[in-house]
């Protein structure tokens, strides 16, 4: 099939197979013209690296999990590591994204919000910047 039709059948774009391909993540065959040519295993590797990107794992991640897919010697640990230290880093993300919640509902709250040009939310960027030199 071509890569339309692979676009379509795994859900990616065709430039996002085709940025795969570039990247060694994906290696479709060729037609004697030079086109790709995708085969249904192509498609069921591209749906893979689909669900594994939806689920926030990196290109290297993605690279592994593939070739730990692709080992049917593989032990489910190694993958359980991967998927284990992927938690953890989402979870120090909430934390952060959880810490810049509270600093800017702070910061929101302690702003009037009128016609006044003091801003406390501008003071504390201010701040922060002037602290940075």
Do not use: W
């Not at 085969?39 to 290297?60: E, M, N, P, Q, Y």
């Not at 934390?95 to 929101?108: A, P, V």
């Amino acid at each position: 099939m071509n890569i339309s039709e692979a676009a379509d059948r795994s859900g990616l774009p065709a430039k996002t197979i085709r940025y795969y391909e570039d990247i060694g993540l994906l290696a479709p065959g060729r037609s004697a013209n030079g086109y790709r040519h995708y085969s249904g295993d192509d498609v069921h590797r591209l749906a893979f690296l689909k669900r594994a990107r939806g689920l926030g794992f990196s290109i290297d991640e993605c690279r592994q999990l593939m070739a730990l897919y692709q080992d049917r010697e593989r032990a489910s640990q190694d993958v359980r590591e991967i998927a284990v230290a992927h938690v953890e880093a989402i979870e120090e993300k909430i934390r952060e994204l959880e810490s810049m919640r509270r600093t800017l509902n702070r910061l929101i709250h302690a702003c009037h919000g009128d016609d006044r040009p003091d801003c406390p939310i501008l003071d504390d960027m201010a701040g922060a910047l002037s602290a940075a030199n």
